[in-house]
């Protein structure tokens, strides 16, 4: 969160973390679709066990809902997330025009910050960069529930990473200095150099977004 | 020159943190039922999550005010009289009511409980607000947002309680605690169930680039491609009068009255409340931040920074609502 007044274009080290795990987030969401149900609901399945550990109070609220659907659609990704709450709590990659009871659409980056609480989805409404229909009182419950959490999707994650749980938050913490030095050094070097180094940078960030 | 008090919305236990850690001298919260006027899906306290929130604050001087602002259902006291006594129980510095029954309720049964009276009571003038003085021993009015700031001046030389206005967030034009323009649309009530607009009733509808925001079956805005959009209230509904679509009360809009601090504090004004318990924490973390650097200056005889908050403001616009408005 940056300090109001004390805002620039530049991108922090804080935005540039982001737009990696941004791009690991739709990796991951194209890997889940490739997988299918099967393999790619055991992986959903684990991730909301992880998360439910980390967060037992959210999880518990979520399942106390009645049984409905909310499609989750990070336009700039190439799937959506179809969330079941209530007693039979699931998570499963969708198609973008799946039934449900209420849909929230928005780019990833922004869907991935809501759910950290890293910004406020009133203010998101306000500016029209995330859309809602259908049910908004699932959605609000949705939102409050996760937003009374303090939830870092990533180092969640890293908790169950094994022997890497401790590595993740550092090589995530470093990942926007390096980028940033990698800006540094792409705006100073000779052409042939800058060549290598967009190279370089493109395999750090990962896979450019998607049209 | 004794500083202003800042006083923060929670609806969560995050939120709380955030608006201690961002520099509250008070938290107002409330619990998860129909016992104050934010009760929405998801938001709010359990008793146990108020017990940690006052240990949190106490343990760094915040103070927790419990918000127990709507008003007892004829034949069913009970909910808002637990409340009052779990507040009282979990060791809230005050509660903020409204109904003169709870009023009475409180003041006889808990009388080292301090009592603000709620902006939902909306009174608004010195014979008001002295009857809440001397019948129940209220130590602090919250004042509703229909004033000047000459009036407020003109109230507080004549009572000795201490007012509180609210500076910032979303900007209720209405007597509140009597508007009942939610009521009609949806058949709940801001001031008995504590929902204004509720979600259940709340439908948007994308049309083409526009968005249609629906209350209770009525379309209530249409906002075009591109312009920023507000809550789902009637009071800040556009509707279609002579053929012209436009706001008849008020636009979407937040109020900011970062500006006024030092007429405020020649108007005799106690304590500065920021709205949104219905907010994420970040919006929480950022105007209280905000708030705490401009009184932190003002408090020092500096100037107060130009802190930019365009991002967290309903329709993109902030106002001074009644505070400067020139045709009152």
């Not at chain 1, 909301?48 to 659609?73: C, G, K, M």
């Not at chain 1, 929230?104 to 960069?129: K, Q």
């Not at chain 2, 609806?11 to 201690?20: C, D, K, S, T």
């Amino acid at each position: 969160m940056r300090d109001p007044g004390m805002q620039t274009d530049e991108p922090t080290d804080d935005d540039r973390a982001r737009a990696v795990e941004v791009n690991l987030t739709r990796a991951g969401l194209r890997l889940a679709r490739q997988l299918g149900d099967g393999l790619g609901g055991l992986l959903f399945d684990r991730l909301f066990r992880i998360l439910a550990d980390r967060h037992p109070r959210a999880f518990a609220a979520l399942v106390e809902l009645p049984d409905a659907r909310l499609l989750i659609d990070p336009v700039d990704a190439p799937a959506a997330l179809l969330l079941r709450v209530g007693p039979q709590l699931a998570l499963r990659v969708s198609e973008r025009d799946a039934q449900a009871d209420a849909t929230v659409r928005g780019p990833c980056g922004r869907l991935l910050d809501l759910l950290e609480g890293r910004i406020d989805g009133d203010a998101l409404f306000f500016r029209r960069e995330l859309t809602i229909e259908g049910d908004t009182a699932l959605i609000l419950a949705l939102r409050n529930t996760l937003d009374g959490e303090e939830m870092d999707l990533f180092a969640d994650v890293a908790t169950a990473a094994g022997p890497l749980r401790h590595a993740l938050p550092v090589a995530r913490r470093n990942a926007g200095r390096v980028l940033r030095l990698l800006d540094t050094a792409h705006r100073l070097a000779p052409p042939p150099l800058r060549w290598g180094l967009a190279a370089l940078e493109r395999r750090v960030a990962g896979p450019r977004r998607e049209a | 020159m004794e500083p202003f008090e800042l006083i923060c919305p929670a609806g969560n236990p995050a939120a709380l943190r955030a608006a201690v850690d961002a520099g509250a001298d008070a938290v107002y919260l409330g619990f998860r039922d129909e016992t104050n006027a934010r009760n929405f899906p998801g938001l709010n306290f359990s008793r146990e999550d108020v017990a940690e929130a006052v240990a949190y604050a106490h343990a760094r001087k915040v103070q927790v005010f419990v918000a127990i602002n709507t008003y007892p259902q004829a034949g069913n006291l009970a909910p808002w009289q637990r409340a009052v006594d779990d507040a009282a129980r979990l060791k809230a510095d005050a509660v903020i009511l409204a109904d003169v029954g709870l009023l009475d309720y409180a003041a006889r049964r808990h009388p080292d409980l301090r009592l603000h009276l709620s902006v939902q009571a909306s009174a608004a003038n010195v014979e008001a607000i002295r009857l809440y003085r001397d019948a129940f021993g209220v130590r602090r009015v919250v004042l509703p947002r229909v004033l000047t700031v000459p009036d407020i001046a003109r109230l507080n030389a004549e009572i000795d309680i201490e007012t509180e206005v609210f500076v910032f967030g979303g900007l209720c034009p209405m007597a509140e605690g009597r508007c009942s323009l939610s009521s009609y649309a949806t058949g709940l009530s801001p001031n008995k169930q504590g929902v204004c607009s509720p979600a259940s009733h709340v439908r948007y509808e994308p049309r083409g680039g526009d968005l249609a925001s629906r209350l209770g079956g009525f379309t209530i805005n249409i906002f075009g491609e591109g312009e920023q959009a507000g809550y789902p209230t009637l009071c800040k509904g556009r509707f279609v009068s002579h053929d012209t679509p436009a706001y008849l009360f008020e636009e979407p809009t937040s109020l900011n009255a970062m500006e006024l601090l030092p007429e405020l504090k020649a108007a005799g004004v106690r304590a500065l409340k920021i709205e949104g318990r219905q907010r994420g924490k970040a919006y929480i973390a950022t105007v209280v931040a905000a708030y705490r650097r401009a009184l932190d200056a003002f408090a020092k005889g500096q100037a107060v920074p130009k802190l930019d908050l365009d991002a967290m403001v309903e329709g993109g616009t902030q106002t001074t609502g009644a505070y400067k408005r020139a045709w009152r």
